[in-house]
T-cell receptor
Framework: NAGVTQTPKFRVLKTGQSMTLLCAQD?????MYWYRQDPGMGLRLIHY???????AKGEVPDGYNVSRLKKQNFLLGLESAAPSQTSVYFC??????????FGSGTRLTVV | AQKITQTQPGMFVQEKEAVTLDCTYD???????LFWYKQPSSGEMIFLIY??????QNATEGRYSLNFQKARKSANLVISASQLGDSAMYFC????????????FGTGTRLTIIP
């Protein structure tokens, strides 16, 4: 089925460990986004990409890195996880002005 | 900068009644889009409805309608004939039309439908 796929769905990390979250879309969308969702704060943009090979910082980029080597994939990396990065992470892609498609989310806990 | 305000952290509504979820926004842009998303307990973000700032008519999608009052900068979601499956978090969001950047989200309203 067409859509946005996020892996993994759940992960527990120890403080200082690293990991990469993968977002894959098969809709040929140019724009891709990584958000984090924390209780009482809605979704906040971490990084985004307007096309293959491009990335840009969003509202809360500190502690994260991203890469978009292929148009269909957008990777979010945590080099040294901190408890403050415990959150639910959503990837989204967009084709036109309002056609955002969200993945199902990754629940990350840093202990 | 854009800001979305949802002043109702939680609402309880009797099944089959209509419900209005409030959303006000602040932007200096003239052209923008307004969105509502539903997030059930399973966690996914489900797109409900979209309103462009230059659309003259209020958007409707089935039981959902958006009460858009541009001068008051409000974009309330109206759900008619509520159902138990409507119980979820609801988020209002906005994006300037010329921006490639983010949707700006509100903090959400948790809606609970009572049988």
């Amino acid at each position: 089925n067409a859509g946005v796929t996020q892996t993994p769905k759940f992960r527990v990390l120890k403080t200082g460990q690293s990991m990469t979250l993968l977002c894959a879309q098969d809709m040929n969308h140019e724009y891709m986004y990584w958000y984090r969702q924390d209780p009482g704060m809605g979704l906040r943009l971490i990084h985004y990409s307007v096309g293959e090979g491009t990335t840009a910082k969003g509202e809360v980029p500190d502690g994260y890195n991203v890469s978009r080597l292929k148009k269909q994939n957008f990777l979010l990396g945590l080099e040294s996880a901190a408890p403050s990065q415990t959150s639910v992470y959503f990837c989204a892609s967009r084709l036109d002005s309002y056609g955002y498609t969200f993945g199902s989310g990754t629940r990350l806990t840093v202990v | 900068a854009q800001k979305i305000t949802q002043t109702q952290p939680g609402m309880f509504v009797q099944e089959k009644e209509a419900v209005t979820l409030d959303c006000t926004y602040d932007t200096s842009d003239q052209s923008y889009g307004l969105f509502w998303y539903k997030q059930p307990s399973s966690g996914e973000m489900i797109f409900l409805i979209y309103q462009g700032s230059y659309d003259e008519q209020n958007a409707t999608e089935g039981r959902y309608s958006l009460n858009f009052q541009k001068a008051r900068k409000s974009a309330n979601l109206v759900i008619s004939a509520s159902q138990l499956g409507d119980s979820a978090m609801y988020f209002c969001a906005m994006r300037p039309r010329r921006s490639v950047e983010k949707l700006t989200f509100g903090t959400g309203t948790r809606l609970t439908i009572i049988p």
